[in-house]
């Protein structure tokens, strides 16, 4: 297969993504996420430093074809990237994507980013890893109200992403404040104004990944806290109504598709 650099953000980031198969069949790499025609995982550098590799297969010719339209994953993400880091919210810096190309179609797509070594992922950051002592309320109300005004603020500056879930959200203290970084960049997209829908579906995806941990008053706390706790009780009776309508929507969905 043919490849092609799309982004290096040096040398020897470019010389590394070109190895990329190398380096995830190496004892050096630590995966993390084997699923579908995804791998990804971190990759312990000779110099001591740490990268996160994915590679993303595609499962098809006609599916590459798509891709070389749309752009591969790889470039959805550098866009993706560019779209948060210019309106000021952080995500993984990628260092180097690239495609693999066969017969005029992407068939694979390789992606290096700086690992986030301070941070954590949402659930982890909030509530404690599985066997850990649990977080304490005040934590989790500080987490949730920090994220529930990021996620605001990222929709007010025009942007959404098509796959919220809290995987896909890192956080890190620093020095008493929380900083949120968005992950799977390739999702991401800018538009003038982000519809109501579409803010609402964001926050329902977010809410079933994090429902097994985040009781129902919880959740409804953030949501209160996502629409601004000035509202009275009748705009909030309507916004909670307006919400469920759209999540019982999804959910239909969901199983109509596993059918």
Known sequence: MRRRLLYAASP?????IERADELM???AFTAVKVEGKTR???FSCRDGSVVFVKRSAVRSRVAGLSQIARGSRALRALRGAKILTEAGFHCAKPLAAMNAL???AVRASYLISEALANA???SHFALGRTGEPRRGYARRKAVADALAS???????AGIYTRDLQE???MVEDRAGALRFYFLDLEDFRRVSIVPHRRRMLNLVHLDRSIGRFVSRSGRLDFLYGYLGRELDRDARR???ADYLTIRRAVERERRRRKA
């Open 12 to 16: 020897e980031m470019a010389a590394m």
């Open 25 to 27: 069949e190496s004892a």
């Open 40 to 42: 990804a995982g971190f």
């Open 102 to 104: 066969e017969s005029g």
């Open 120 to 122: 954590h992922i949402l």
């Open 150 to 156: 990021e996620l605001r603020r990222m929709h007010d």
């Open 167 to 169: 995987t896909n959200i």
């Open 238 to 240: 309507k916004a909670v």
